[in-house]
């Protein structure tokens, strides 16, 4: 079989850098040269360590004698539904304007501690995004507003109220403005609302703007459905990570993603965009393009599709590959028919009208007409319009909304808030950008505190209920609107009341069940009002003669940035840069060698008339002549944890025809000085140890699936034979239970929905920037992001070893990238075991590999010895060191405390901390299905990486079970597509790899420049 591409990780690796080599060579982040600062955490050397270790155990045990008695409370009138150390679990709904996820919270003692998605939801089917399984945490933000305030001092709500009234029924015209809503009955709250005061006006922006879509779509977002579509053109529209409805897009567009010898089939995905996204990583063939080419692209398609106008077929496909990926897209469209889709993330209307049509000349199945998505309704004009004439209002209320931080023109808001004569509320949760410049701040119940429905699509209906008593002296903003408006019905019987034409007759018995599954069917919402469709050929912006052209983007963790002060999404990695803490400038590797740049200069980026400075990322895929950006952060007023981290973006986003532009012509400017950046990716590095990660096109799957996969074999003295086959270990036999993993990289998107959902489960802390570039990031779980060099060209072969690294140190400019989730393997023959010397680390009958937090003495043996370097050390007591405070600090507070799992300890300084398989949900399913007599069912027991995978590319349970569906993954893939990482060391995890598939017929498109790269190498030799 053709030889494995050769993967790396980061530029500092493929470059070999000095400071690469450096931090490679000293383990778990020590400095090569012994240092000891006068801290209380450092870690002492081991020679003192050992010196002082006797007289260390002694002194725990006297304190252990000496700790107070303290007696438990027990309840006196316990809630019905509590029983303390049950978990109880709630059907809910994420929105905040932006993320939709159906969810259910889980609550301990009352208080919710984790986000499941929700199975029964037909729009995310159990998934759930990143951001989702972060918001939990927000609920116990110190930053949120704790009662209502007049101009930054607390008052009565009865005071704010009677105030109000009056002020309200004289200032005129009023506005209301907000982040989309998709909330029927908060409509209508709205809307009874402006009945009583007349002159009202709601207007709703989203921050990353899909208006042009929606002119050009009726007013709506198109019902897509990528699980119909076998051609999938995507436009820069980054549908997996950020584009509208992320998770619902994952779950669909993996179904055409996943083979087995029985379904030898996969759609194809071709992707044009600017930055390399999490959509474009995973793109069969991607082409890297300037902005302003999008717009050419959609009128060449719309040529070809609608005119029969092909796009010319290039001469030499490795040296155009846009024009190239150009002519397959248009070619293979065409054969698709209605199973074709083009979607585009550009907000040109002209652009959006060109994509509309092409998809209407399909005819494509993959766009349901009868069940458009609500989650974007934001209009641009409109909202320009309010801010250019906001001295014309009398009042203004921002529901959710802080357009001071995230609108382009939020100066001129900022200016219009400090004129006293401009009555302005905020219904806001905290003292934002916005909501401390008005006088009235009148704080919303956090959305775990409040009922709500929600509309994500037409027909498709979910609810929202309280889990937890409101914590501060706040109110639903829905009540406080009825309220002004002289109704004094509660938000949850107007909710009720706008539910009965849904629930038919017997309403009680309707209600309790949509209450009790979180979703329902039916509509609520009116059909929107139609928008005029732009009409016309699209006009590509064309760039100024010598100029950069800048692309603004979103970044999966961080969004918009309205969760910013999310410690978990801060530190959680960039799927594609691997970055934390902080945005950055993305430059393609020749715009950084030209100016003289390296990874961490700081430039100054000037577009629109305005400036910011951040450091370089020199970033593989970036389309040559432009730049990137993330929007989300350089708050100000968000919280210490978000506050001054990286730049705003917003500013440079510019108002044109009618939509906000996304892209500029800017200019970069070097200032001299630099910032380091977090980065994650080559900290345990496990580079050309083959094989880790395995790729193969379609074309070879469908030949033969059983050549697609490279399997390590030893030479013994009766042959070549599987590592399994020689080994002086002593097999394990597991007579009950033998819990396994199998992870199939074709349906991993690298989105970290599973790293934050790891964390947020096992209690894991967060460190900040500074400890991430010690290179000691905490993640149980994380995702490796290769990038691959075609060094397996047959015209590499005879180069030999150091030929072929000098070949991988000269890239393609547009690499293949694949992700892998990288955790504890549980090996059967684990290294670590053998090394403890106070056996901390252990095996279990059941085939994990347990840590004993409390007899780790930190010698980090095992660590050292594991060949996959996924064992974290604790450096410090990241729960009480005011040192991490900043970053870490809803440990250090009562309130934010109650967000953890009293199922998983706490760990304190100096231990070694790893994947446990989530070992406490095993219990808690053995445990259940032991009470019932019973053998736990396949699926009863699910990781909390498992279950909050979108695209169900995690598969956990017991292969002693031969149904579930681990044992037949096990069995149906051994031999094809099923792998061990680093199989040769012989460990023998407990977790199985697919190889990924790409739908490519080979990877020209992708190429380097293969004379370039020879000739380095020859010169290398020479």
């Given at each position: ?397 921002f529901y959710h909304a802080n357009p001071v931080y995230d609108h382009p023109m939020g100066d001129k808001v900022a200016a219009a808030l400090a004129n006293k004569g401009l009555l302005s509320i905020s219904f806001n949760h905290t003292a934002d950008e916005t909501g401390s410049l008005c006088q009235y701040q009148c704080p919303d119940h956090h959305w775990m505190e409040s009922w709500n429905d929600y509309e994500p699509k037409r027909g498709f209906l979910s609810l929202a209920q309280p889990v937890i008593t409101p914590l501060f002296k706040t109110r639903q903003a829905q009540e406080s609107l009825l309220t002004w408006a002289g109704n004094p019905t509660s938000y949850y019987n107007y909710l009720r009341n706008n539910w009965r034409g849904i629930l038919g007759g017997n309403f009680q018995a309707g209600w309790d069940k949509a209450v009790h599954d979180g979703v329902a069917t039916g509509t ?496 290398h030799n020479a």
């Open positions: 079989m053709q030889e494995s591409p050769k993967y790396w990780k980061g530029i500092e690796e493929l470059e070999n850098s000095p400071e690469f080599l450096h931090n490679a060579l000293s383990e778990f982040g020590i400095p090569m040269k012994e240092s000891r600062p006068s801290t209380d955490d450092t870690v002492a050397p081991r020679r003192d360590f050992l010196k002082l270790m006797g007289f260390g155990l002694a002194a725990a045990t006297l304190a252990s004698c000496e700790a107070p008695v303290r007696k438990a409370i027990p309840y006196l009138n316990k809630p019905e539904e509590v029983d303390p150390g049950i978990a109880n679990f709630y059907a809910s709904t994420y929105f905040t304007g932006q993320d939709y996820n159906s969810v259910l919270v889980k609550t301990r003692e009352g208080r919710p501690i984790k986000l499941e998605g929700n199975p029964e939801s037909p729009v995310t089917r159990g998934g759930l995004s990143a951001r989702a399984q972060a918001s939990v945490l927000s609920l116990y933000d110190g930053a949120r507003l704790q009662s209502f305030a007049i101009n930054g001092k607390p008052a009565d709500k009865e005071k704010v109220d009677q105030e109000l009234r009056g002020r309200l029924a004289s200032a005129g015209r009023i506005a209301i403005v907000s982040h989309t809503i998709i909330s029927p009955s908060t409509k209508r709250a709205i809307a009874d609302f402006a009945g009583r005061f007349g002159n009202v006006e709601h207007v709703m922006y989203d921050a990353n703007s899909v208006s042009a879509l929606l002119r050009a779509n009726g007013g709506v977002v198109p019902g897509y459905d990528f699980s119909k579509a076998s051609v999938i053109v995507s436009l820069g529209a980054d549908f997996l990570g950020t584009w509208i409805s992320p998770v619902e897009y994952a779950a669909q567009y993996v179904v055409n993603r996943k083979v087995s010898s029985d379904k030898r089939s996969m759609s194809r995905h071709i992707q044009f965009e600017t930055n390399m996204s999490l959509t474009g990583s995973n793109a069969d063939i991607r082409a890297a393009v300037k902005p302003s080419q999008i717009g050419t692209i959609a009128q060449q398609l719309h040529a070809a599709i609608v005119g029969g106008s092909m796009p010319a077929k290039p001469a030499d496909p490795k040296k155009d590959i846009m024009a190239n990926a150009l002519y397959m897209a248009a070619s293979e469209l065409k054969a698709a028919g209605n199973g074709g889709l083009v979607v585009s993330g550009s907000n040109d209307a002209n652009v959006q009208a060109l994509v509309a049509a092409i998809n209407a000349a399909l005819g494509t199945a993959a766009i349901n007409p009868a069940a458009p998505s609500y989650v974007r309704q934001g209009d641009d004009q409109r909202m320009a319009n309010l801010v250019n004439g906001i001295g014309s209002y009398g009042a203004v209320i609520l919402l009116p059909a929107p009002a139609a928008q005029l469709a732009p009409a016309g050929q699209a006009t590509a912006p064309a760039a100024k003669s010598g100029g950069v052209e800048l692309a603004i983007y979103e970044k999966v963790a961080l969004g918009s940035g309205a969760e910013a002060n999310n410690p978990w999404l801060q530190e959680l990695p960039d799927p594609v840069s691997k970055a934390t803490w902080g945005n950055y400038v993305t430059v393609p590797r020749a715009m950084a060698k030209e100016k003289g740049w390296e990874q961490g200069d700081v430039v100054k980026v000037t577009a629109n008339g305005k400036s910011l400075e951040l450091p370089v990322l020199i970033q593989p895929g970036q389309a040559q002549g432009t730049i990137g950006i993330a929007l989300g952060y350089g708050r100000t007023k968000a919280g210490m944890v978000a506050d001054k981290v990286g730049a705003n973006a917003y500013p440079l986003v510019s108002l044109a025809d009618n939509a906000l532009n996304y892209t500029a012509t800017a200019t970069v400017e070097a200032t001299g000085s630099r910032e380091p950046l977090a980065q994650t990716q080559t900290h345990h590095t496990i580079m050309d140890r083959k094989p880790v990660v395995q790729v193969a096109t379609l074309e070879q799957y469908i030949k033969n699936p059983k050549e697609v996969t490279e399997y390590d074999k030893i030479a013994t003295p009766d042959g070549l034979e599987k590592p399994s086959k020689v080994s002086l270990w002593q097999d394990y036999e597991y007579k009950n239970h033998h819990w396994a993993m199998a992870i199939d990289l074709n349906s991993c998107i690298g989105c970290g929905s599973c790293v934050v959902g790891c964390q947020v489960e096992n209690n894991v802390p967060v460190v900040g920037k500074q400890e991430v570039i010690n290179r000691r990031e905490m993640h149980w779980l994380r995702i490796d992001r290769y990038y691959s060099s075609d060094t397996h060209k047959d015209s590499f072969e005879d180069k030999g070893k150091l030929s072929t690294y000098a070949l991988m140190e000269d890239p393609s400019d547009n690499p293949q990238v694949i992700f892998q989730p990288m955790l504890c393997q549980h090996c059967n023959h684990a290294p670590c075991e053998t090394v403890c010397p106070v056996l901390a680390t252990t095996h279990s009958t059941e085939g994990l590999n347990q840590m004993t937090y409390n007899r780790c003495v930190g010698t980090r043996y095992c660590a050292n010895n594991c060949p996959y370097k996924v064992r974290r050390f604790n450096w410090f007591s990241y729960y009480s060191n005011e040192k991490f405070e900043t970053v870490n600090g809803h440990m250090f507070t009562d309130l934010g405390r109650m967000v953890l799992n009293p199922d998983v300890m706490v760990r304190a300084r100096g231990v070694i901390e790893k994947c446990s398989f989530c070992v406490q949900r095993i219990q808690l399913g053995k445990l259940e299905a032991k009470k019932q007599k019973r053998r736990p069912v396949d699926g009863e027991v699910v990781t909390a990486c498992a279950q909050s995978c979108p695209t169900q590319a995690i598969v956990f349970g017991d292969l002693k079970d031969p149904n579930s569906r681990v044992a037949q993954i096990w069995r149906r893939e051994d031999g094809e597509r099923g792998f061990k990482v680093l199989d040769a060391v012989n460990t023998q995890p407990n977790i199985t790899y697919l190889t990924k598939i790409r739908n490519s017929a080979t990877s020209e498109f992708f190429a380097p420049e293969v004379e370039k790269a020879e000739k380095k190498a020859e010169a």
